[in-house]
């Protein structure tokens, strides 16, 4: 028990920073993805936008799922959620609690996703060079040019090998100006999380902290009963397994004296420890019995009580009435789900 | 009881460290994040002083909030300064020392963050190539004002087909970059008489208020640390009894049916100890409320 209460301490104690590692590395991952990925940008008119906008866009959302996903809470969450009410009340406050937690820890790597493709610059160079202010910037009347011309024109200033305009406007000159602002777009957004997050985090303790401390309070306890209630099955099953099996094997026992009129070892009152862990199987014959009974013919799932004498423990003698199998039947149904 | 105390010991005597070690971290990441950051300025004539001055000063602003964020002594302090009085007073020198020291730490970062961005010089040439005095540089002088302004502006851009082998440009670079590295080393040299000189003076002003405060500072933040380790201890009871007595029912439905269970560890008289008589949904939060309006004495006599 002390090893659980280590052990327990240990995860409620870090369980914090244990997802707070997690965070961390999944923003770190959304970083060597942005590095790791080729970005090409179509320059063509109509498809710059929508490929800039959604590599801008789509990861962010998708990390955003995955941050749910990996999160072991959520199920708790859920289940929480969708209990009935029974003999214990639901709290809304815990469930928010729970949801706006699992949240901000979900919107760090999209939050970082968008941060390192705005200040790298190469999507919105690709998804708005052709709102470049021409005239601003290079030579608006260049004669020859209809709008869709040199629309096509702008739209090739991320691909600088095929680029053409250079009387119209120069690429360095263009591409300068798009990653400027999209550098200072990125700074602004990445100013803004963390003045979002200060702000949360900051001003929490002036409003409502006897409310936070109750819903963090239950929200940890109805993890930690998750898992005591987890294991305590666990430790219930290991126990009916023992007494399933240790009952088989007596019951075998006990068959095989009646079978060939062998002196009950058992009532031997000098019996070594050893001795009597045998269970009165003491030759191979009888040991390949018992395997092949217990593969072709397992005991059901009924423990007898010890002063009752049990004969053919794996035939199937006088059973219990049927309802009360009901409830071995789920558990033992739930066992096999965990 | 002696691995709690081992723990809480480490805590103790380490939490500064703690706080120390993130604040190193963080201004490791500032110099890094600089590093890896491409630098270019737009080389026009509105938004050279902009971008310049932006990237040498939003980015500490982002350091210091996350150095408030990450320090989680600002959370303590915070509590502290406004929970409701109940039967303990509040003493401002503890708040004002532990704002002091949560400052001080959410400073370091920013600070290296303008004193590379300063000896780089990068963001200095950018804001300011345009404010020459065309006088100086031979290169600039017989110009029109418009095309003046134009070339300036460019002068951050080495490629720029204007300023490939332009003597000048390189001038006026090496100018700025020279004041940009002198501010930079001058920064560095102020800031470090000064922290030189506040730690050796401090001794010879308010000693024992200093050493109160820090004692009583600490001890606030190892009482929450403390506080926040017995509500689990005491949620991993709670939790236990509550499954006990659920099993315990399902046994003695059971038992109605001759099915013997296995015995499960009996209940430990210890336990209720610890429970303190606490035991069932109101009782928990009445204790979480007071808590937080009535902080007990400091007497435990």
Request: charged share 20%; proline share 5%; glycine share 6%.
């Amino acid at each position: 028990m002390d090893k659980f209460r280590m052990i327990f301490q240990f995860f409620q104690s870090n369980q914090e920073s244990f997802m707070n590692g997690i965070c961390g590395i999944m923003a770190l991952a959304s970083t060597q993805m942005y590095s790791a990925f080729d970005f090409n940008c179509p320059c063509l008119p109509h498809y710059n936008m929508a490929y800039g906008l959604g590599i801008l866009l789509v990861p962010p959302f998708i990390l955003f799922l995955l941050g749910f996903v990996l999160n072991n809470n959520i199920s708790m969450l859920a289940e929480e959620w969708r209990r009935p009410h029974g003999q214990r009340g639901k709290d809304p406050a815990v469930l928010r609690y729970m949801f706006c937690s699992m949240a901000q820890r979900a919107m760090i790597a999209p939050a970082v996703w968008v941060s390192v493709t705005l200040l790298d610059g190469k999507c919105i160079t690709c998804a708005f060079c052709t709102s470049v202010p021409v005239e601003a910037l290079g030579n608006a009347s260049h004669p020859l040019l209809s709008q869709g011309e040199i629309q096509r024109v702008l739209a090739r200033i991320p691909c600088k090998e095929i680029y053409n305009g250079q009387e119209l406007i120069a690429n360095e000159v263009a591409v300068r100006y798009l990653r400027c602002i999209s550098q200072a777009l990125g700074w602004c957004f990445v100013l803004l999380m963390t003045t979002l997050a200060f702000l949360v985090r900051s001003l929490r303790p002036c409003f409502s902290q006897a409310a936070f401390l109750k819903s963090r309070y239950w929200s940890h306890y109805i993890d930690i009963e998750r898992k005591l209630f987890d294991d305590t099955c666990a430790e219930h099953a290991r126990s009916f397994a023992k007494v399933c099996i240790q009952q088989f094997f007596e019951g075998m026992s006990t068959d095989l004296v009646a079978a060939r009129c062998h002196l009950p070892r058992k009532a031997s009152a000098d019996m070594g420890e050893a001795s009597k862990k045998l269970l009165g199987i003491t030759d191979q014959g009888t040991m390949n019995m018992a395997l092949k009974s217990w593969h072709r013919c397992k005991p059901p799932l009924h423990l007898h009580p010890p002063d009752l004498p049990s004969g053919n423990g794996w035939v199937g003698e006088g059973q219990p009435p049927v309802h009360s199998s009901a409830p071995r039947r789920e558990t033992a149904a739930y066992y096999s789900s965990v | 009881m002696d691995r709690f105390r081992m723990i809480f010991q480490y805590f103790q005597s380490n939490s500064e460290s703690v706080m120390n070690g993130i604040c190193g971290l963080l201004a490791l990441a500032s110099v890094k994040m600089y590093t890896c950051f491409d630098f270019s300025c737009p080389c026009l004539p509105q938004y050279n002083r902009a971008y310049g001055l932006g990237i040498m000063f939003i980015p500490p602003v982002i350091l210091f909030l996350c150095g408030l964020i990450l320090n989680r002594q600002s959370l303590v302090m915070l509590d502290e300064w406004r929970r409701p009085q109940g039967h303990r007073k509040k003493d401002l020198a503890v708040i004002r020392y532990m704002c002091s020291s949560i400052m001080q730490r959410a400073m370091v970062a920013p600070v290296a963050w303008i004193i590379v961005t300063l000896l780089d010089g990068k963001c200095l040439i950018c804001a300011f190539s345009g404010s020459m005095d065309p006088e100086k540089f031979v290169g600039f002088a017989n110009v029109t004002p418009v095309q003046l302004e134009q070339l300036l502006a460019k002068v951050p851009c080495k490629d720029d087909e204007l300023m490939r082998n332009n003597m000048s440009r390189k001038a006026v670079s090496r100018y700025l970059r020279c004041w940009s590295q002198a501010l930079g080393w001058s920064i560095l040299l102020i800031l470090i008489v000064a922290a030189f000189l506040a730690r050796w003076l401090r001794p010879c002003f308010n000693q024992d208020t200093l050493l109160q405060a820090r004692h009583w500072s600490n001890y606030i933040d190892i009482e929450q640390k403390i506080f926040e380790e017995t509500c689990c201890e005491h949620s991993r009871l709670f939790a236990h009894k509550c499954i006990l007595h659920f099993f315990q029912s399902m046994r003695q439905e059971i038992k109605l049916h001759s099915f013997n269970l296995p015995r499960q560890g009996e209940g430990d008289e210890g336990e209720e100890d610890l429970l303190q008589g606490i035991t069932d949904q109101h009782q928990v939060n009445k204790l979480l409320k007071t808590w937080y309006y009535e902080k007990p004495p400091l007497d435990v006599s």
